[in-house]
């Protein structure tokens, strides 16, 4: 009896083992797809998209690809012609993001042609795709409807106001929301800034204007918040001091491409000869480069090479105190940017040392390599340059000399196709007064300003050119370019925005 009754129990909790084991298994087909490790499921209903890469992103222009991640192997035909992007406030619009697929094993690569327009919420689609398993030919199950949605960031710029109360203050306008403030106080009149690439904060260098009215040589640097991509309006411009100007006169500085270092030209008030580079790295004490004293410098986007004008050439610095320099490149005059993956930049050969180009100015492409390969020659003056985000096209702003009897520079932009070397004028500008030049991070719009000076203006004179003369007005202008070199012959947008101000610079 002892032994029936044991086998007895044996078999009911068998029993039960099965009808708990048959009941998982019937959830897991009615829920499907959980379970899962990689790229494999216990059980499975049907195909699915398992992950999208940009799935409620905010997606900028350094995002160039999205994934899709599938739970089977899918029909590579039916995906790529039942993939839908759409503009969700303009469905209407045709191929939005034109761009290249690729594959590797279960997942889709998705590479954007150029930066997703700023401004926009994008909607992804895909339907009636199928599987496809190795060896089969017939269709398999029809993937489950997908739908995913991001966005690109506001379309955002900064600029230093010219008007009333906002003079000398740094202005923020965002296109998409229509709202304009100013992130600064009064008292603190703007020299120079730069976004953080971010666009959570400014960099700017600031004299106050309760204390001198030479600004250039009393700046101070701070940075501000704006209250953008994640932060909160309500701090926006919350200030804090990053150098101050008590033992060294702050000349010019320029921020790394990722945000994380920041490096300052100052001299010494009490040691005039004690001048150079000094570098910021995440906020530390500022260290010096000792680097002989040079003029105009970019920082390369590697964080590594600082590109700067020393006597007639253009001598390459470690961003290492102490470290002999890395080159020197003696027939060019300028450098004027780098593309965007740091591996090549632009730059000014004056022609100084080649008789058969005397009073012509070059531009040449040269790569970390040293292959240099010249772009155009010009009687007149290459002033700024900025490359696309692609890196393929540049935007300049350049001068034609006029050879009559004052031989006049007319000022104009154009933009260069580095393939067919090609130089496409696309507006002529008035006069030259330091026109700055900024591409939006997408490449739809170029800003530009047009300043007016005045000799005999004196109250407020810590705002200036570069050249010294006072700025009494100035306006801001939004060019909307062709998009490819086969719309060159059409003329490009050109507006006039409703802003008093100057050096307009759009966030990242």
């Not at 004027?336 to 070059?362: K, Q």
């Amino acid at each position: 009896m002892k032994k029936q009754f044991i086998d007895l129990y044996a078999i009911d909790r068998a029993a039960i083992i099965a009808i708990l084991t048959l009941s998982l298994i019937t959830i897991l087909l009615i829920l499907g797809g959980w379970f899962c490790w990689g790229d494999r499921c216990l059980i499975e209903t049907g195909p699915k998209v398992r992950e999208f890469s940009w799935q409620d992103r905010i997606v900028n222009a350094e995002d160039t690809a999205f994934v899709l991640k599938f739970n089977r192997p899918m029909s590579r035909e039916s995906v790529e012609n039942n993939l839908k992007i759409t503009i969700t406030e303009r469905p209407e619009a045709e191929d939005p993001l034109p761009g290249k697929i690729s594959w590797a094993g279960r997942r889709m690569a998705y590479t954007l042609d150029f930066p997703a327009p700023y401004g926009n919420n994008y909607r992804v689609e895909l339907q009636r795709a199928t599987e496809k398993f190795q060896g089969s030919d017939h269709p398999g199950k029809t993937l489950q409807p997908f739908t995913a949605e991001f966005k690109t960031p506001d379309r955002v710029f900064a600029y230093i106001g010219l008007e009333g109360k906002e003079r000398g203050r740094l202005i923020l306008y965002n296109f998409t929301q229509q709202e304009k403030i100013s992130l600064t106080p009064p008292h603190l009149v703007i020299t120079e800034f730069e976004p953080y690439p971010d666009g959570k904060s400014i960099l700017f260098g600031a004299a106050d204007r309760q204390v001198t009215k030479d600004g250039f040589l009393e700046q101070q640097l701070y940075r501000v918040t704006t209250g953008l991509y994640g932060g909160d309006k309500e701090i926006a411009g919350q200030i804090d001091l990053v150098l101050d100007n008590k033992e060294y006169q702050i000349l010019k500085f320029d921020l790394s491409a990722d945000g994380s270092m920041l490096v300052v030209q100052r001299v010494k008030r009490e040691e005039p000869k004690d001048a150079g580079l000094w570098v910021i790295r995440d906020d530390n004490a500022p260290l010096a480069l000792n680097n002989p004293p040079g003029g105009v410098f970019l920082i390369a986007p590697d964080n590594q090479t600082i590109a700067s004008a020393q006597g007639e050439g253009i001598a390459l610095l470690s961003t290492q105190p102490d470290a002999e320099p890395l080159g020197f490149f003696a027939q060019f005059g300028m450098v004027l940017a780098f593309t965007p993956d740091g591996t090549s930049a632009v730059m000014v050969d004056f022609n100084r040392n080649n008789p058969d180009l005397l009073y012509t100015r070059s531009l040449y492409l040269v790569n970390n390599q040293g292959r240099e390969e010249k772009i155009f020659d010009t009687k007149g003056s290459i002033l700024n340059c900025q490359f696309d985000a692609v890196g393929d096209r540049l935007y300049c702003l350049l001068t034609n000399l006029i050879e009559d009897v004052n031989y006049v520079e007319q000022p104009y932009i154009a933009t260069i196709d580095l393939d067919s070397k090609k130089v496409i004028p696309l507006t002529t500008l008035p006069q030259y007064q330091d026109t700055h030049l900024s591409l939006s991070p997408d490449t739809v719009g170029l800003l530009f300003d047009q300043t007016i000076v005045d000799p005999q203006l004196t109250e407020e004179n810590i705002l200036r050119t570069n050249s010294g003369e006072t700025i009494a007005t100035g306006t801001i202008w939004l060019l909307i370019p062709p998009t490819s070199l086969d719309e060159m012959d059409t003329a490009p947008q050109l507006e006039e925005l409703p802003f008093i101000g100057f050096n307009p610079k759009w966030l990242p």
